[in-house]
């Protein structure tokens, strides 16, 4: 058996380590940075994805530094809100992130259903309302019964406009036009939820 040659001193450890072995390193991605080609290794693509991170929220703090007249805190909330799982609405409480974008999302299609459903075209309408049940399933799905969020006026809100929608639709059947009071007692409900979220 021929024994294998030693490696030259000015051999890299990792090419060392293939000379030994035998077999090839995994070659590191690379990219064109500019007019030269930059090896990128999963630690430097982290490392760049993470101050992305942070120079996006610290731009985003010194925006809200310039508007509110804030200090050195602002930057700090910026990077901590974009890993919260909590966000400040605009009457003052603290809800949970994926609670609010589900809440909007009912109080949107909801709202565009029933602007629909003024005599127009039909099509358009039944789009509408598609939307609508599938944002009403996906928010009742994930909060109903919810400690977090039950006594909360939004929530409070909804959930009585969608119970309205819901009696009126089982009473009159699927295809029935909603009389201008039951639709106005539910935009009203929508509006109250808007003001909370």
């Not at 051999?11 to 990219?31: F, G, H, I, N």
């Not at 993470?50 to 703090?61: C, D, I, M, P, T």
């Not at 969020?149 to 969608?162: D, K």
């Amino acid at each position: 058996m021929r024994a294998m040659p030693s490696p030259p001193a000015n051999v890299s450890l990792m090419t060392s380590r293939w000379y030994c072995c035998s077999s090839p390193p995994p070659p590191p991605k690379q990219t064109i940075c500019g007019a030269r080609l930059v090896a990128v290794t999963r630690r430097a693509h982290t490392a760049s994805l993470l101050a992305a991170v942070v120079g996006f929220a610290a731009g985003r703090a010194r925006a809200e530094e310039k508007a509110e007249g804030g200090g050195e805190e602002g930057v700090l909330g910026a990077i901590k809100s974009i890993f919260d799982p909590n966000e400040k609405t605009e009457a003052g409480k603290v809800l949970p992130k994926a609670y609010l974008k589900a809440a909007r999302e009912v109080v949107r299609t909801l709202r565009e259903s029933l602007e629909e459903d003024d005599g127009g075209d039909m099509a358009k309408f039944r789009r509408g309302a598609d939307a609508a049940k599938a944002s009403i399933r996906e928010f009742l799905g994930g909060w109903r019964g919810q400690q977090a969020v039950a006594a909360e006026e939004s929530y409070v809100a909804l959930e009585r406009a969608i119970r309205s929608l819901a009696e009126f639709y089982s009473k009159a059947g699927p295809s029935a036009s909603l009389p201008k009071d039951v639709k106005d007692k539910i935009l009203q409900d929508l509006n109250t939820a808007d003001t909370f979220l």
